[in-house]
């Protein structure tokens, strides 16, 4: 087949290469006009021309609001964990000196209570040391009396002999006879004793201290007894 065009096949191809041409030349325009702003353009022209520059203004804008954004959510972040970090290691510091305090006090008491019964009285086993150390109780208790007052009644009661028992008075013939340094009779002793004393009539510590309780209800103080009570 022979390639030389009919007349009116090169009339077509010369139209479509027209066209062609004319689109470039069109497109070149355009793209001429968007690239160089003519002295004297609208302001509408030249915000046409500056869009492409703006929309990128306004997107690393935002890039970098994120960014700060971003880093304020993580600076918010390190001061909450800051302050709970402040928060745990305040409580432990606290547990640690409470727990130090208390092993401290703990100490200081045991301490004291050492040198207290370090240096509990040591009474002699004598009338002199009974009264002193019932009278040591008494004061503990809130018994009335005095060294005086009690070695006085001791001394008219049973001259100072803790076994003295009276076998010969009313109380005897009732069959229950007055016994020890200040002749309690059982029932008065029974009642007047006092708690951390012996419950024993005879005993010479606990027989002083409950006849001074029942003198000090009945007379106010063993020191107001001058006779038989």
């Not at 041409?21 to 302001?43: C, K, R």
């Not at 304020?72 to 001061?79: K, L, M």
């Not at 009732?174 to 340094?181: C, F, K, R, T, V």
């Not at 029974?190 to 309780?213: E, R, S």
């Amino acid at each position: 087949m022979s390639e030389t065009s009919t007349p009116g096949h090169s009339r077509r191809l010369t139209k479509a290469y027209k066209l062609s041409i004319a689109g470039v030349a069109t497109l070149g325009a355009a793209a001429l006009a968007l690239s160089i702003v003519p002295a004297g353009a609208d302001e509408a022209t030249t915000a046409v021309v500056a869009a492409p520059v703006a929309w990128s203004k306004v997107v690393d804008g935002a890039q970098t609001q994120a960014v700060q954004q971003h880093l304020t959510v993580q600076q918010v972040v390190a001061d909450q964990q800051a302050k709970v970090a402040k928060v745990a290691k305040d409580a432990k510091d606290a547990a640690k000196a409470k727990a130090e305090a208390d092993a401290k006090k703990d100490r200081e008491q045991k301490a004291a209570a050492s040198r207290s019964a370090n240096r509990a009285p040591v009474f002699a086993n004598n009338l002199d040391g009974w009264i002193k150390e019932a009278l040591s109780i008494m004061k503990k208790e809130g018994i009335p009396g005095t060294y005086a007052g009690i070695h006085r009644n001791v001394m008219r009661e049973s001259s100072g002999n803790p076994r003295a028992i009276n076998n010969w008075d009313i109380n005897a013939q009732n069959g229950i006879p007055s016994m020890g340094l200040l002749q309690v009779i059982k029932p008065t002793f029974a009642t007047y004793h006092v708690k951390g004393t012996k419950f024993d009539q005879y005993d010479p510590v606990a027989n002083i201290v409950a006849a001074c309780n029942y003198a000090a209800d009945r007379y106010g103080s063993m020191d107001n007894v001058n006779s038989a009570y």
